[in-house]
C-alpha cells in the first residue's frame, strides 16, 4: 500500500513500484478511457449507496454509507485530478 504522505519523498525505484491493474490502465496508451471507466463505476456505486440511505438505514450502516460517500467524492476528485495535465499530483507522461 502506498500511503500519502505531505512533503517531498525519495521517487522509488522500478522495483519498488507496484502498481494496480487501475494504476496502470491510467498509464497506459488508454488511460483516458479507463479514467471514464472508474469514474463512472464510483458513480454507479454512488448511486447505489445513496439509493440505499434513501431507503432508510440503521444509524450504524447509515454512517458507514456516509463513508462510502465520501471515499465515493476523493476517488473522483482524485481520478479528475490526474486527467488534468500539470495539476498538482497528476500522473507525469513518461
Not at 507496484?18 to 496502470?24: I, K, V
Not at 454512488?46 to 463513508?67: I, K, N, S, T
Request: aromatic share 2%; net charge negative.
Amino acid at each position: 500500500m502506498n500511503l500519502l504522505i505531505p512533503g517531498a519523498a525519495p521517487a522509488p525505484t522500478p522495483d519498488e513500484q507496484t502498481f494496480s491493474a487501475l494504476e496502470l490502465a491510467l498509464r497506459g496508451p488508454d488511460k483516458e478511457q479507463a479514467g471514464l471507466r472508474a469514474v463512472a463505476a464510483i458513480q454507479a456505486l454512488e448511486q447505489r449507496v445513496r439509493q440505499r440511505c434513501a431507503q432508510g438505514l440503521p444509524p450504524d450502516e447509515f454512517d458507514q454509507a456516509r463513508r462510502v460517500l465520501d471515499a465515493c467524492t476523493a476517488a473522483q476528485e482524485t481520478l479528475i485530478m490526474l486527467r488534468t495535465p500539470n495539476a498538482p499530483g497528476s500522473i507525469p507522461e513518461v
